[in-house]
């Protein structure tokens, strides 16, 4: 996860900086691809799951996900509208791109989603809902960020504060930038996040369908 100065910065330069065997992915590297966030993957592998395994025209090799905070609206009016289009044109573009029907429990929000996603092209929703997300990336007075790529997007807007400061801790050996209100951002995500989730809500949000791993299944020989 990224600020948008730095999100926009790596896509700038990750191509010529990554290492051999490995490829970033966004929808300007790979123009069949339509994912709401860039991707780092590794080269000669496969990794598809549910939402993937139809696309066969885009590396699904195995991913990295980089995903971006981005300002928002200052006002709570102007939070919710940011967020109900940020929601919109996703469902445009994922539903466009996946040739499913839009089914959110509203029969007329669904109904609406569906005439758009057959009225409006593909690329075209696709410049929309990433100039939705990034619609304040300018303003200059920015009080709250908030998540428009992943899933945390259903937990609101959170203070960009929480962001400004950072500090460093050990992870296995190295000194790492951490946000120095780690526990403020953490319990935003997460509630309670000290405490272990029940084992029934231990699962994973992907169904792995084809997993080849290639040149790295020998590496514990």
């Excluded at 860039?38 to 993937?52: D, G, H, M, Q, S």
């Excluded at 090799?61 to 609206?73: E, R, S």
């Excluded at 962001?163 to 309670?192: A, I, M, N, W």
């Excluded at 699962?203 to 299944?217: F, S, W």
Aim: hydrophobic share 35%.
């Amino acid at each position: 996860m990224m600020l948008r100065e730095d999100y926009d910065r790596f896509a700038e330069v990750a191509q010529q900086e990554l290492p051999a065997g490995m490829t970033f992915q966004s929808g300007k590297t790979d123009k069949n691809c339509f994912y709401e966030f860039n991707k780092l993957r590794v080269e000669n592998t496969i990794f598809a799951t549910e939402l993937a395994k139809n696309h066969t025209d885009i590396n699904v090799g195995i991913a990295f996900d980089i995903f971006c905070h981005d300002k928002t609206a200052n006002s709570r009016l102007g939070q919710k509208l940011h967020l109900a289009a940020t929601l919109f044109t996703r469902a445009l573009v994922l539903n466009k791109w996946n040739h499913r029907k839009a089914d959110n429990g509203s029969r007329v929000q669904s109904a609406v989603t569906n005439f758009f996603v057959r009225l409006l092209p593909l690329r075209f929703s696709y410049f929309l809902m990433n100039h939705t997300i990034s619609f304040f990336k300018r303003k200059k007075n920015a009080k709250y960020l908030y998540d428009g790529m992943g899933r945390n997007v259903y937990n609101g807007c959170f203070s960009a504060d929480i962001l400004s400061e950072v500090t460093t801790h050990d992870f296995e050996g190295y000194q790492l930038p951490v946000p120095k209100k780690y526990d403020e951002y953490l319990t935003f995500l997460y509630g309670d996040y000290m405490e272990k989730a029940p084992l029934s809500t231990r699962l994973g949000c992907h169904e792995i369908l084809l997993c080849d791993i290639g040149k790295y299944d020998n590496l514990n020989e």
